[in-house]
């Protein structure tokens, strides 16, 4: 079993950054994949940024090159760092981790941002 939390929303600024972090209480080190997605209110959930054990990494278009997701094993935290913030951007954030064929979902963090 593996738990998930993230941390690091907030409002900000458009044009600012932010950098969320999700720390799990289990080890993450042999996990297939970790993931960002979001969900604004009334839109489906979307990923935005994916990360393999290999370390390749894709992103939603509609961040790229204002986004970066990160991994550190030894911590058990992927992060997301997210620069030149859109206020199109704004909605709840969640971490998702896929461990021997389960997705392990967080409970979320709020990230607005403002015009």
């Known amino acids: 079993q593996v738990q998930l939390v993230e941390s690091g929303g907030g409002l900000v600024q458009a044009g600012g950054s932010l950098r969320l972090s999700c720390a799990a209480s289990?080890?993450?080190?042999?996990?297939?994949?970790m993931g960002w997605y979001r969900q604004a209110p009334g839109d489906q959930r979307e990923l935005v940024a994916l990360i393999t054990r290999a370390g390749s990494v894709n992103y939603a278009d509609s961040v790229k090159g204002r986004f970066t997701i990160s991994r550190e094993n030894a911590k058990n935290t992927v992060y997301l760092q997210m620069n030149n913030l859109k206020p199109e951007d704004s909605a709840v954030y969640y971490c998702?981790?896929?461990?021997?064929?389960?997705?392990?979902w967080g409970q979320g963090t709020q990230v607005t941002v403002s015009s």
């Open positions: 289990g080890s993450i080190f042999s996990s297939n994949s």
């Open positions: 998702k981790v896929l461990l021997g064929g389960v997705n392990y």
